[in-house]
């Protein structure tokens, strides 16, 4: 009988990680997950409590920036693949605070890149025995290539051309990857995807913030005039376009994943208001909370995705819009609040 295969997932206990944990689980049944997630103030393991009894998954605690913690990992589970999403993810943080931006996002993903080359790689271009389909998936973002104007959209050829600590960070880390496919030959896949939302996203994050403060009845914050655009992608159909490209993906290529969801937030802010009038009545409109902010510092304008190569090479497209999507994650919403 063939021994089961053990893959390394990083930061499974945020909010795309837990999503993708459950999705590749349920599409994966011979494969162990091994989840190292640090636990900062956004990793929950209630996300994942779907999983406590599942045997094929095991929960770690730890730094990915610890070398020590990291080799002894590579030693107990023979990884034959990683799918790296550990990272600070919130541009406002990484706006005020920068640090931990560069520590685990740059650091982090370099120590765990070197620890697999050097578990699976004898020399450069020379895999050991038995770790020819090994894999390292490194899982980024469209703000990489910085900011579009009114027209336009991102391909894999855009020129990075990052603007804020946070998509500096996610930038170099990308850079480290693309490097150690190059110099190596180590076994790399990128994927590039636009903003996400649905089940389990952190309160800090836009989506979140909306319901929650409408439903406190509180004021709805819209940074600036409302009219920054982004190209909104479903959490689940991100975790379907990462299980293809981490099967399928082609060694040391990117992917872009964005689902032509382009909506600016006012839009946001009103959907998610016109929703909740109608699921949560009440005497007068929820968007009536809606208040304008100052703007954040280099707030970039529009993100804009072109998947034609992950759409095209492999197949894949978004199944749900921002319209269905969006009904889905505030009934997810509204029965987490009811909970709590
Ligand atoms: N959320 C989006 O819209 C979006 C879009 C494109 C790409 N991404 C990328 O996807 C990945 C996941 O994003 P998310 O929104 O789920 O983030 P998140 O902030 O919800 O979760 C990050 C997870 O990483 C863990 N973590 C942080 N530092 C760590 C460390 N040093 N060691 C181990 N674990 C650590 C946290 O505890 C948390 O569980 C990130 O790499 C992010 O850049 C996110």
Redesign the pocket.
Known sequence: MSKKQSILI????????SNFILHFLKHNKETEVVN?????Y???LSNLKEQENNKNYTFIK????DSELVNELFNKYKFTGVI???????VDNSIKKPD?FI???VN?TFNLLNTAKNYWMEAPFSFKEGCENNRFHH????EVYGSLGETGLFTEETPYAPNSPYSAS?ASSDFIVRSYFHTYGMSVVTT??????GPK??NE?LIPTIIRKALNNEAIPIYGDGKNIRDWLYVED?CRGINLVFHKGKLGETYNIGGKNERDNLYIAQKICDILDELRPKDISYSKQITFVKDRPGHDFRYAIDASKIENNLGWYANENFETGIVKTIEWYLRKYKKQ
């Open positions: 990083t930061g499974g206990a945020g909010f795309i990680g190292l997630d640090k636990l900062t956004a990793g929950e730890g730094d990915i920036c790296h999403f550990a990272a600070e993810s919130h931990a520590t685990t996002n982090g899982i980024s973002t469209d996610k590039n995807c636009s903003n996400n939302y996203q952190h994050k991100h």
